[in-house]
């Protein structure tokens, strides 16, 4: 097993809006290891990007992490120091945004925004960083990098721009990078061509990605494992083929059922009813509960734990727990898992 | 199945066998009730009634109107009427004894009751104090304030008309029309309008009427634009479109879609453009081509107070003082109106 | 470039344009004027007056006078000043010239500097003390008028701590320095206002999201990448700001007895000098066209995203 580079421990991060205090990350806890993907997958609001700007330490003015800890090469990320915490962001853990029309600084050239990245975190001349810039930008694929250094911005299409954004977060030879919906911007042409740029990246360089999105599409293109979540708390999480194929959470069998396949007969698209709940004051138990057809009593008393499906496949919904009444999970899904054992199978008799 | 950890076997065990069943929704847990929706008028007073500033001033600018359209009414004094023996009186208040209120003057190094010198009646007190004349200036100020307000009140009005009825034609009727209008705005705005504002005092003859003539001949063009502005992206908007498609009028239009949506933005306009008059009005008149004497006007009163403000200061504090408090109360309210209507909007 | 010359030359006809209306609106407007320019007329007999009204040109027809006036101008002629010992008005004003432009650019300098100075601190502490602070300050910059900080500077400065001059110019860079701060006020303010709203706007957007995340430090992004987007659109209230100071030049000039184009101007009203007024108008809206001509070109040129949709 690759080891681990980042590990989330019981993160709880709350806001203060003028409703009350948000409580937008409940307890969650993951870890990242060498070279992996990891996908976190959710509807907005669920708390996904809350959690990666809080391993960035990019939070708002008005959130308070209420507990837990971020480990990084053995230091707690939330205990750093302004001025330690300013060379890991950027230097070691890297961010790319979603939307590259306005990620990019309109008055400045983009190589100089890539060189000043390499300059804040590597002790080089002017002259050293701005080749350093003018590779990057051959690396992410933007074609004659000596002249395009000295555009600006508005000169460059939105899939240009997300390559450039990109070369600034790989400015420094980040070990992990965080990528919050880094094609949702984009046309669906772009976002393959960006995908495969990530992956090919993290090929080259080996680095671990954080891939934010709620396009379970996207998911299945690029992760190596998937954590789902909901209402600020992580409900399953497994490696991509445990959750795209074996799903336990109710709503994970939601996402994927409302995700269009080419197998996909029905006339109509499903969509999981209603609409998540406001975090705050979270009622007890399961916060998905009331759109959960299939929900228990229990998940009205008690928020359920991860209960393991296998050694690396987690779900929490009380469906797992001994005493849960047997049910048919959507036989779309059904579908999925049986395909999915027939395949595994298959492999497993072939190897 | 798999071997659970302490925690989840913890976990489970705080949930009763019996819990395990399908859950079955009580009629009670409906949908909570949706907070009523404010109307338009209930949201913003909501808004402006947070910010402090402009509470404030709001009040304060209440009462300073109350004191001045009472000024008839609570003068002690007819703001015109001489007692020559009476004149330059320091301010004095009945009671009190800090210097500078109670009615002395440093002369050569020692306080001097100046009322004693003057023969002021035992009893007789002039709060601020008298002019060269003799004038009472609490009176005078009152009266002053009273003009000024009046002066800035009509002149923001006339803007306002003449701005929203310019902006809304050149807007609505686009074209032709649009562009000589325009054109007219970009030749009348490049004449700096004090200077226009001078030109035309020296025309007409002075007095109120033509205080306000004269700033409303330059002032209404920054409203004409916005309005304009405004009116251009409201036209483009569907409902608008909609409306227009179904044969409504442009006087229609522009009546009950695109006024009642730019009403906001005229109206911070307009609160801001009271300030400007008031200041215009105390420039021309401090410059002694605005309101001409024995007229109070604050901006009279602090051309007479900065003729002798070396000897005597508080005839050139005091209005100075009331000025300053107004043109404040008026920005920061104004202030707190655009934070309230129109928050993305930049210039004052 | 096609494009430019053709913007360029179609802004400078208006310009021309703009100055000939200015030109002969004050021509007529002066000669519907009522009171006659020489100050001591009850004095003069018919014969001397029509002696000086065919010195002076006023016994031509109005419209001949009109078209001489404006050939006059062309040539930098405005005319000579009734009131002030028969001077040429272009030597009067020119003599002039010298301390009002001197005065402007400090005064715009000085309030610029600190103005954006104290809009990005506050920009930065948004909602906190220095916020409310600056934010205050802007405000009370903007609505005490600038003769009433004038009279205070000097109560102040000149008379209670005697260190500065009390007016007079003749005490060189001294005697500048209360007039430029009171006529610095409002350029400051409005700065400080100016910058504070576009910074706050700026510091919030994406980019200096991204400048965080690769692990700049705030006062680093504030300078390099914020002020750097704030700066630029400040260079539109350059025309707003001329306008206020020749405004202020008018009393501040009066109040120090600076001798500028702002004191002789309020002589110059205050005695009906013709040729002075229409020439000091003049004077001003040239200036004033030519400003937000400048600011306009300077604005296209500075901002890279204008620059080329203008060059198309």
Redesign the interface.
Known sequence: MAEKVLEVRRLSVSFDTYAGKVQAVRDISFELKRGETLALVGESGCGKSVTCRSI?G?LAKNAKVEGGEILFENRDLLKLS??AM??????KI??I?Q?PM???????KIGKQIA??VR??KPVTRAAAKQRAVELLALVGIEEPEKRYHQ?P??FSGGQRQRI?IA??L??DPQILIADEPTTALDVTMQAQILDLIKEIQKKTGASVIFITHDLGVVANVADRVAVMYAGRIIEIGQADEVFYDPRHPYTWGLLASMPTLTTNDETLYAIPGTPPTLIDPAPGDAFAPRNPWALEADRLAEPPLFPVSDTHFAATWLLDERAPKIDPPESIVLRAQAFRKRQSERSASL | MMEYSEEIKKAASAVPDSAFVKYQPSQQEAEPELPRALSFLEDSWRKLRKNKAAVVTMILLLIITCLAFLAPVLSPFDPNEQHLSWKNLPPKWPGVSIDGLNGTTLFRGRRVDSYELAKVPEGQCFLFGTDEFGRDLLSRCLWGTRISLIIAFIAALLDLSIGIAYGLISGIKGGRTDTVMQ?IL??L???????LV??ML??FEPGITSIILAMTISSWIPMARVVRAETLKIKQMEYVQAAKALGASNVKIALSHILPNISGIVIVRAMFSI?TAI?FE??LS????GMRIPNASIGTL?NGG?KV??LY?YQ?FIP?FI??VI??S???FA?GLRDVFDPKM?E? | MKRWSKYIGKRLF??A???L??AS??FF?MN???GTPYNNQDRLTAAQLEMLNKKYGFDQPLFQRYINYLKNILHGDFGISLQFSDQPVATLLSQRMGPSIQLGLQAVLFGTVVGVFLGVIAAMHQNKFLDVFCSLFA??G????N??VA??LQ?LFA?TLNWLPIGLWNEGFRSTILPTLALSISPMAESC??IR??MVEVLS???I?????????EIRIAF??GL??AL?PLITVLGPMT?SL??GS??VE??FAVPGIGEQ??KS??S?DYYT?MA??IL??AL??AV?FLTDILYQII???VR?EGAK
């Open positions: 960035m990019l302004n001025s300013r060379s890991t962001r950027g230097g890297a961010m945004f939307d306005t990620s990019l600084d309109p008055t400045m000043e990245t804040l975190h600006y508005h000169e954004v600034i977060a400015a420094a | 054109r970009e030749i705005s490049g004449i700096p309008s004090l200077v001078v030109l020296l025309i300030p200041f105390t420039f401090f410059l002694g081509v602090l900065y403000f070396k200061p050139m100075a000025l300053c043109m404040l008026f920005n920061l202030d930049k004052g | 208006y310009m344009l703009t100055l209306i200015i609106a004050t407007l519907v004027l009522p405000i009370t903007r609505s005490v008028p003769f009433v009279v205070l109560l008379i206002r100016f709203t576009e957007s994406d980019y999201e991204l400048a965080r995340a690769k692990g700049m430090s390099s990448h750097r987007n630029i306008v020749m405004t008018l009393v009066n109040i101007f309020t009203i205050l009906n007024i000091v108008t001003f809206s004033l066209v937000i901002d890279p995203r080329v």
